[in-house]
Every structure is written in C-alpha cells, then in structure tokens.
C-alpha cells in the first residue's frame, strides 16, 4: 500500500464527550466530570454538531508506547474532520486513567474511523478495549467491521457501572493473535448519566427479571420510531443519537406513521424522566395502518442482528397520539416469538393521551442454528376485542447485557452474502478503480451498536453522492444528519500495455475504438482548459475527432467511484441502444493506463447546471417541462422500448444533458441493469446510485425494478420545481432531503411556497396541479403504488398542454378530438398503467401524446 510520510505526533489518547451542550474543563482537585476527547489531535476542534473536543494529550496520558497519527484520506461520509481525522495509535498494551464522579453511570462512546494512518495498514489493528475489568471490544477489527457494516465510521456506545473509587481505566492492547497488530482510537467520550435502567421481565420465565442496574450494558439500536433522525444535540440530555427504524422492517407491511399534531403537548408523567427519551421521539408513531381486517393477518415486524448467546433488554417506547381511552388500541408484544406482553394497552398505562410510557423485557439470544437475530413483533390482541384491531410504537432502544464475565465483546461482522456476491462479480474484471458503493439493509450499530440493518433516514448519508459533489468542486459540507457508509476501494489501474492485450479488447467489435493517441490529439493533452464536467467516472473533456466532430471525453480517475465493470456496461449498453432522448456513445479508448469514454458534445450541459449552483440564466418553465418530457421519453424506452427492460439505477439531473437544441438526453449508463424477466417482479441486486434519488423501498430490501427509476425521476421532478438539490445538508434538519420536504409541504398545502422564485406566476395552475400530482406519485413508498414510467410521461405531456392552451389540452385529454392516427385519448389515470409503447427515432409521432400512439408491448 502506497502512503505518505509517516507523521508522529505523540499526545495523551481518550476523547470523552460532553454533555450535547456543554464540555465540562478539568477541575484540578475533583477531575472533570466528563470528557470530550479528540485523540491526537493538537488543537481544540469543533465537530459539525457544534460540540468542542479537547486534544487527549491536555488531559489524559497514557501509559505504554503511543504515537499521534492523522489519516491520509478523509471519506465523504465522515461527519465532521473532528474526530475522525486524527488518531491516537498504540504499538503496546497502553491504559488511560480518568479522574470521574464517584456512585455515577457513565456514558462511555468510542470512535474509530479504519483509515490510513502513516505507514500503518488498517486491516492489521486487531485490538481489545478493557474498562474496569469489563472487556467492551476484543480482537475487534475496526476496518472489518467497517466493511461489513458499510460504515466509513464506528460509533461504540457503553453504558458502565459507577466507578466507586471515582478512577476509571481504559485498557487498549494490541492482538497478540496477529503479526504486526496495533489499536487505534480517534475519540472518546466519558459522560455521567442518570441510571436509565430497571430490572427487567425475562421473556419466557415468569416471574424472573434480569438486573440491568448491577450491569454494564451496549447500545445496540436507539430509533425513533416512524419518525426522522435526531442528532447528539436534539437529544434529551444525554447526547444519544436516534435513528430512523424503517430499514430494520421486515416484509412490505410496515404500516403507516403519523405525528402528533400541534396542539398536543407531550406531558410527562412522574414515574418518566423527560432524559429518559426526547419529545420528538413520542412525538412520532409507527402504526399498522386503518384496516383492521389486514391488521388481523399480519404482525408490524422488526428484526435486528445481534451477538448470540448474550442477553438483550429491549426497550419499547409508548405515546398514544389519537385515542384517548382504554380497550381502544391493544396489542401484544413478541420477541423472537415468544409473548412479552399481553393486551398492551397505552391509555391504560398512561391514562392519557400525550403521556410517555416506556416498557422494558429481556430476551436471551442463543446460537442455535447459527441464530443471529431478534425479532420484535406487535400484533392486535384479537381476543380482547378492542375497538380498533391495530398497534403501535413511538421508539425502541436494545441494550447488549454483560456476561458473567463480565464480557461485552462480540465477534467481527461478516460482509453479507450479497456483497460477497457482488464484490465476486467485480472481481473477475483484472483491474477496478475505487468503487463506491450504497448498501440496501445496511448493517450498522445504531449509537454506536455492534451488527445491524441501518440505512440514511432519511435519509441519511452519502457516500456516493458526497463524493460526486466533492470532485465536482460543489460545496457540501459534511452531514451530521445522515447515517455514514463505508466506502470499499480496490485500486488497481491498467498496465501499460495495448488494447489487444487488456480485458475490455473485445468491446472493440461493438463500437469504434479509439487510440490513446488519438484521444490526446483531441483534447489537447487533457489540457484542464478543456474540462467541462467533473463525476463520478473522472473528468469530462471537451475534444475533436476526426478534426471537426466534437465530443465529451469522460477519462477514468483511478480513484473514481466506477470501475471497469461500469465501464463495460456502459459500452455494452449504449452500443447496442439508439435513441433520440439517449446520450449517443462514439466509442471508447483503453490503453496505457486508461479508460475513456468518448461521447457525442452536449453544448448546454447537464440539467442541473441551468437550475441552481451556476450562473447560468434560469430556464423557462415551458423549457424545463420539455425537457423532463424528454427524459421520461428516455427512461420510458428503457423500460418498454427493447426485448428487455433495462434500469437505469442512476437517474438525476446531473445525468440529463442537453444538447445545443436543448434536447434531454438521459447519460451514465455504468450503474443499468437488465430489469426482471416476465416470470420475476424484481431483481435482487445491491444497492447502487445516488443518495437523495434512491428509491426507499430499493433501499431498504435490495429489490430493483423499473419503478425505482421513477421514484428517482420524481426527485428530478421535484428538483426541476424547486430548483434546489436533492440533498442539501445546510437547510434545517426536515428540509434536508427534498423528497420529505415536498411532501410534507404538499400535505400541508404549501407547496407552492418552495418552488423556484424564477417561475412564481409563470406556470398555468391546471399545469402545476397536474405535474405535482405526477411527481407526488412517482415517490410512492412502494413501488406497486408508483406509475409507470409511460404515466409520467403521458401526463408531463398534458401538463405541457396545459400550460400552453388549457381548452385544447382538455378537449384532446377526453378523446374528443382524434389525433393523427386516429386514435382517441381518455384521460389516463396516474395510478393506471398504460401499455408500453416501442420508439424509434424514424417513428412518425405527433409531438403532443406522443409516446401513446399506436401503443404495443415489448
């Protein structure tokens, strides 16, 4: 592995962490009561959270042999540079000792970002993590984690015993089980807390409880149950983290969520510590939906990766929202099918609505069968006969108890099968550039937890995309609201060597090949004055072949998010398909080092460009429906117009060009997929795309079809509306992603109060009604409920109509005039599918409807 030089810089280790708000300074008599510390650091920091870390060298020393180290690379996905970016790393077993309050829990969160730290390779620290006699990590590999996780980070949460004597002790010791082991910590944080813990009911053993209060325990998941993400500083008190819970649902049924509506006030009662969660949390609810005879025939289901064979407390948190009496809503409780709670009835409990309970049950999870998971399951209590046949949750917290042993270590996570799978498809190609990857059901530890299914709530966030942004020279800083993925790389170029004798030699049968001599003549050497784009693949140049045709020369970074297979499938594909309304493929060069991609030259660039973030004059309201008209034209003869259904997996505005016509012309074929076969609804592939544009339910179950293209173009929809990105971590938390945000405005109305002030009073209000009403649909959570792609276009093209002569656009809509062909039109549903229409560039089609005319399947 190549690296830099090495940079030492020895300082004290241990970040510990304030409260969300204050750090508390070191008392020279007592010690500090907590710790925020950035671990070889040199100076005082300020994470993205607002949050100061201390250097641990102005604190705390360690003993043993240490060194300061900062990483060489910084991940998109990081947070914040603060703590992550530099790191205390320990050759010999080295111990911490902190002066803290005496009879107090604490909070103990570790850090670890697996980077490049001077020479060091990350996958040899193999490393235990031992406080006061409780071993919280051991031969713990940040780097295989991270991988398996799909996290760039590791967040470790702990909850300790108080420390009698009032002198806590961090041990880190390098494996003795591998050559050259080492540890590593970039923070830590030691708060006191309250004692949030109780004894709690053994499921399964009547009678018997488990004492959570004698033990120290692990986060393993904290979520805020149908509700969004809620950072460190929105916590109450105690600096947690809450994550959103729909990736952890199992199946398609997971019900519907609700918030609480202004006027109620969330009151608690004496027995609930308002630290115990935040208001938000109960503020949000996750239900089973308003059809008590569907209610009856399934349960809401959560599941969860775990370490067997330890004991797990689950937390279920309760606010009733709507009802307001007993034997209204009741439900029972499982965990890993076996009866927690019979006829759980909230208003029973809290004897209001607006009033927070929260229950606690312990479960033991065996190893039998190679059992990693636990289950969580609500269901009506049917033989209660409440009123209503439905059940419901606000948050959920699972806590990891120590062993006899006073052991909480688990082992590293394996990579799930699907991404061997897929990195064992990458692999066959001989070389791959750096690949960059979104994992649907990610596994990550929630606060901190061990193994689990985690996403981007929301959102979350990025790794793709923050990477496009940040080659492309867009500012974005880091999202402290956006869960991390970790990024795995493989880099290995092309030797030099002619295409003869390069694994890509026989694409030269299907498109015209191209000498690296011949690309250098065009674009001046890569001179960087012919850059005119910056993506995922590498840089754009602007070029000549042949002496007069101009083209976009898309050349391969070595450090890209794509690789040789997107580089094979884009030639593949785009050989083989010819379209007015897709980006045309001259060719391609593979020599000396290099994968390039050559292009016919899109004079007007990328949509984006002409929407925000440039100087470029706003566009037209009738121009942006042409060319989201365009595109769907595009995407909808992927989908319908070849033998096979092909998914385009990345659709956004960056990748719609526009020609010096200003024709749309959907590009960026890497990612596409060939869609189900006719006996298949969906094909089951890992996660690839852009955050921001994913279609949720492709997200969260790995399951692509066509309709997770049209949940992205809805974002593209959206975006045209707005006129604002589909991710921008610099508005308040809900106005992050704008998928939530438009429909949160169109459920209040207020729609209209977002989009581009360029357009205010230029669109027609038939046109806007229709065309939101298109895009709202298009981000249906399932992808049953969205249209297809022939809808969308069908009804852009009456949007259009709309907005240029209203009567007509109606008159026609209702079939009372006949079109060319004489075919009548009635006015198409969006929830309607319409037959698959198949295009060619020589049909003759009028220009309104005109992908409807004389309409055929594949």
Same mark, same amino acid.
């Given at each position: 592995?190549?690296?830099?030089?090495?940079?030492?810089?020895?300082?004290?280790?241990?970040?510990?962490?304030?409260?969300?708000?204050?750090?508390?300074?070191?008392?020279?008599?007592?010690?500090?009561?907590?710790?925020?510390?950035?671990?070889? /650091?040199?100076?005082?920091?300020?994470?993205?959270?607002?949050?100061?870390?201390?250097?641990?060298?102005?604190?705390?020393?360690?003993?043993?042999?240490?060194?300061?180290?900062?990483?060489?690379?910084?991940?998109?996905?990081?947070?914040?540079?603060?703590?992550?970016?530099?790191?205390?790393?320990?050759?010999?077993?080295?111990?911490?000792?902190?002066?803290?309050?005496?009879?107090?829990?604490?909070?103990?969160?570790?850090?670890?970002?697996?980077?490049?730290?001077?020479?060091?390779?990350?996958?040899?620290?193999?490393?235990?993590?031992?406080?006061?006699?409780?071993?919280?990590?051991?031969?713990?590999?940040?780097?295989?984690?991270?991988?398996?996780?799909?996290?760039?980070?590791?967040?470790?949460?702990?909850?300790?015993?108080?420390?009698?004597?009032?002198?806590?002790?961090?041990?880190?010791?390098?494996?003795? #089980?591998?050559?050259?082991?080492?540890?590593?910590?970039?923070?830590?944080?030691?708060?006191?807390?309250?004692?949030?813990? $109780?004894?709690?009911?053994?499921?399964?053993?009547?009678?018997?409880?488990?004492?959570?209060?004698? +033990?120290?325990?692990?986060?393993?998941?904290?979520?805020?149950?149908?509700?969004?993400?809620?950072?460190?500083?929105?916590?109450?008190?105690?600096?947690?983290?809450?994550?959103?819970?729909?990736?952890?649902?199992?199946?398609?049924?997971?019900?519907?969520?609700?918030?609480?509506?202004?006027?109620?006030?969330?009151?608690?009662?004496?027995?609930?510590?308002?630290? %115990?969660?935040?208001?938000?949390?109960?503020?949000?609810?996750?239900?089973?939906?308003?059809?008590?005879?569907?209610?009856?025939?399934?349960?809401?289901?959560?599941?969860?990766?775990?370490?067997? !064979?330890?004991?797990?407390?689950?937390?279920?948190?309760?606010?009733?929202?709507?009802?307001?009496?007993?034997?209204?809503?009741?439900?029972?409780?499982?965990?890993?099918?076996?009866?927690?709670?019979?006829?759980?009835?909230?208003?029973?409990?809290?004897?209001?609505?607006?009033?927070?309970?929260?229950?606690?049950?312990?479960?033991?999870?065996?190893?039998?069968?190679?059992?990693?998971?636990?289950?969580?399951?609500?269901?009506?209590?049917?033989?209660?006969?409440?009123?209503?046949?439905?059940?419901?949750?606000?948050?959920?917290?699972?806590?990891?108890?120590?062993?006899?042993?006073?052991?909480?270590?688990?082992? !590293?996570?394996?990579?799930?099968?699907? @991404?061997?799978?897929?990195?064992?498809?990458?692999?066959?190609?001989?070389?791959?550039?750096?690949?960059?990857?979104?994992?649907?059901?990610?596994?990550?530890?929630?606060?901190?937890?061990?193994?689990?299914?985690?996403?981007?709530? /929301?959102?979350?966030?990025?790794?793709?995309?923050?990477?496009?942004?940040?080659?492309?020279?867009?500012?974005?800083?880091?999202?402290?609201?956006?869960?991390?993925?970790?990024?795995?790389? &493989?880099?290995?170029?092309?030797?030099?060597?002619?295409?003869?004798?390069?694994?890509?030699?026989?694409?030269?049968?299907?498109?015209?090949?191209?000498?690296?001599?011949?690309?250098? $003549?065009?674009?001046?050497?890569?001179?960087?004055?012919?850059?005119?784009?910056?993506?995922?693949?590498?840089?754009?140049?602007?070029?000549?072949?042949?002496?007069?045709?101009?083209?976009?020369?898309?050349?391969?970074?070595?450090?890209?998010?794509?690789?040789?297979?997107?580089?094979?499938?884009?030639?593949?594909?785009?050989?083989?398909?010819?379209?007015?309304?897709?980006?045309?493929?001259?060719?391609? &060069?593979?020599?000396?080092?290099?994968?390039?991609?050559?292009?016919?030259?899109?004079?007007?660039?990328?949509? @984006?460009? =002409?929407?925000?973030?440039? +100087?470029?004059?706003?566009? +037209?309201? #009738?121009?942006?429906?042409?060319? &989201?008209?365009?595109?769907?034209?595009?995407?909808?003869?992927? =989908?319908?117009?070849?033998?096979?259904?092909?998914?385009?997996?990345?659709?956004?505005?960056?990748? %719609?060009?526009?020609?010096?016509?200003?024709?749309?012309?959907?590009?960026?074929?890497?990612?596409?997929? #060939?869609?189900?076969?006719?006996?298949?609804?969906?094909?089951?592939?890992?996660?690839?795309?852009?955050?921001?544009?994913?279609?949720?339910?492709?997200?969260?179950? $790995?399951?692509?079809?066509?309709?997770?293209?049209?949940?992205?173009?809805?974002?593209?929809?959206?975006?045209?509306?707005? /006129?604002?990105?589909?991710?921008?971590?610099?508005?308040?938390?809900?106005?992050?992603?704008?998928?939530?945000?438009?429909?949160? &405005?169109?459920?209040?109305?207020?729609?209209?109060?977002?989009?581009?002030? !360029?357009?205010?009073?230029?669109?027609?209000?038939?046109?806007?009604?229709?065309?939101?009403?298109?895009?709202?649909?298009?981000?249906?959570?399932?992808?049953?409920?969205?249209?297809?792609?022939?809808?969308?276009?069908?009804?852009?093209?009456?949007?259009? $109509?709309?907005?240029?002569?209203?009567?007509?656009?109606?008159?026609?809509?209702?079939?009372?005039?006949?079109?060319?062909?004489?075919?009548?039109?009635?006015? %198409?549903?969006?929830?309607?599918?319409?037959?698959?229409?198949?295009?060619?560039?020589?049909?003759?089609?009028?220009?309104?409807?005109?992908?409807?005319?004389?309409?055929?399947?594949?």
């Amino acid at each position: 592995m190549k690296t830099n030089t090495r940079i030492l810089i020895s300082i004290g280790f241990l970040s510990i962490a304030l409260n969300a708000i204050i750090v508390l300074s070191k008392n020279s008599e007592s010690g500090s009561d907590s710790y925020v510390l950035s671990c070889g /650091a040199q100076i005082e920091g300020t994470d993205t959270n607002g949050r100061q870390w201390i250097p641990d060298s102005k604190l705390v020393t360690p003993s043993g042999v240490s060194m300061n180290a900062t990483a060489l690379h910084q991940d998109p996905s990081l947070p914040s540079q603060v703590p992550y970016m530099t790191a205390r790393i320990f050759t010999s077993e080295s111990t911490y000792n902190f002066s803290v309050l005496s009879k107090k829990r604490l909070w103990l969160r570790l850090h670890f970002y697996p980077s490049s730290y001077s020479d060091l390779d990350p996958t040899e620290a193999y490393f235990s993590v031992i406080a006061n006699g409780f071993t919280l990590l051991n031969n713990f590999s940040a780097s295989i984690t991270a991988e398996a996780l799909t996290q760039a980070y590791i967040i470790k949460e702990f909850s300790l015993l108080p420390v009698l004597n009032g002198a806590l002790t961090i041990n880190f010791k390098p494996s003795t #089980q591998q050559n050259g082991s080492y540890a590593f910590v970039n923070g830590i944080e030691i708060i006191p807390m309250p004692d949030i813990f $109780q004894p709690a009911s053994l499921v399964g053993s009547s009678g018997q409880t488990i004492d959570v209060q004698a +033990s120290s325990v692990q986060t393993m998941f904290r979520l805020n149950v149908g509700g969004q993400y809620i950072p460190t500083t929105s916590d109450s008190g105690l600096s947690r983290t809450w994550y959103d819970d729909s990736p952890y649902m199992f199946g398609a049924a997971y019900g519907t969520s609700s918030e609480a509506g202004k006027n109620l006030s969330i009151d608690y009662p004496p027995n609930v510590p308002e630290y %115990i969660a935040p208001r938000s949390v109960y503020r949000t609810a996750r239900s089973m939906g308003t059809s008590s005879r569907t209610n009856q025939n399934y349960n809401l289901t959560w599941v969860f990766e775990v370490d067997p !064979n330890f004991t797990y407390v689950v937390r279920f948190h309760f606010c009733e929202l709507q009802l307001a009496k007993i034997n209204e809503r009741v439900f029972d409780i499982f965990l890993n099918n076996q009866t927690a709670q019979h006829n759980a009835d909230v208003i029973a409990w809290a004897g209001a609505t607006g009033v927070p309970v929260y229950k606690d049950f312990a479960t033991h999870v065996n190893d039998n069968n190679g059992d990693k998971e636990l289950w969580v399951a609500l269901h009506p209590a049917v033989s209660s006969k409440p009123e209503y046949y439905d059940a419901m949750l606000n948050g959920l917290e699972i806590f990891k108890v120590n062993d006899t042993n006073g052991n909480l270590a688990g082992p !590293n996570p394996v990579p799930s099968k699907m @991404r061997q799978e897929d990195e064992a498809e990458a692999a066959d190609s001989s070389s791959s550039g750096l690949r960059y990857e979104a994992i649907g059901g990610i596994a990550g530890g929630v606060a901190g937890g061990a193994a689990g299914f985690v996403v981007v709530a /929301a959102v979350c966030f990025v790794v793709y995309q923050k990477k496009k942004r940040k080659e492309s020279g867009e500012e974005f800083s880091p999202a402290n609201n956006w869960l991390p993925l970790y990024v795995s790389s &493989c880099t290995s170029t092309f030797s030099n060597r002619s295409t003869n004798s390069s694994p890509l030699s026989n694409l030269a049968s299907l498109c015209r090949h191209f000498s690296l001599a011949e690309i250098k $003549q065009g674009s001046k050497n890569f001179d960087e004055s012919q850059v005119v784009g910056v993506g995922g693949f590498g840089k754009v140049y602007k070029g000549t072949i042949d002496g007069v045709i101009k083209v976009a020369m898309k050349r391969s970074n070595p450090y890209s998010a794509q690789g040789v297979n997107e580089f094979q499938t884009e030639i593949e594909l785009l050989s083989k398909l010819r379209h007015k309304h897709l980006v045309s493929l001259i060719g391609f &060069c593979v020599e000396g080092g290099e994968m390039i991609l050559v292009y016919d030259y899109m004079s007007n660039g990328t949509l @984006r460009e =002409h929407l925000y973030g440039s +100087s470029n004059p706003p566009l +037209s309201w #009738q121009k942006r429906l042409e060319i &989201c008209i365009g595109a769907a034209r595009g995407l909808h003869y992927l =989908h319908t117009g070849v033998n096979y259904a092909i998914i385009h997996r990345d659709v956004k505005t960056t990748n %719609i060009l526009l020609d010096e016509n200003w024709e749309a012309k959907v590009s960026d074929f890497g990612l596409s997929k #060939q869609g189900p076969s006719l006996n298949q609804s969906h094909v089951s592939t890992m996660v690839k795309g852009s955050f921001g544009y994913l279609d949720p339910e492709y997200f969260r179950r $790995q399951r692509l079809t066509e309709k997770s293209d049209v949940y992205s173009f809805g974002v593209v929809l959206f975006e045209v509306l707005c /006129a604002r990105p589909a991710l921008d971590d610099s508005l308040p938390k809900e106005q992050v992603n704008l998928a939530d945000w438009v429909i949160y &405005c169109l459920k209040k109305g207020t729609l209209e109060e977002i989009i581009d002030p !360029n357009l205010k009073g230029t669109i027609n209000a038939e046109c806007f009604k229709k065309f939101a009403e298109t895009a709202e649909k298009c981000l249906n959570d399932h992808g049953v409920d969205r249209p297809s792609m022939g809808d969308v276009l069908w009804n852009l093209e009456y949007a259009l $109509q709309l907005n240029e002569n209203p009567e007509s656009a109606r008159t026609f809509a209702e079939g009372n005039v006949n079109n060319d062909y004489g075919s009548e039109f009635t006015t %198409i549903s969006i929830e309607e599918e319409s037959s698959a229409s198949e295009i060619t560039d020589d049909l003759n089609t009028t220009p309104v409807f005109s992908q409807l005319v004389n309409p055929k399947g594949r």
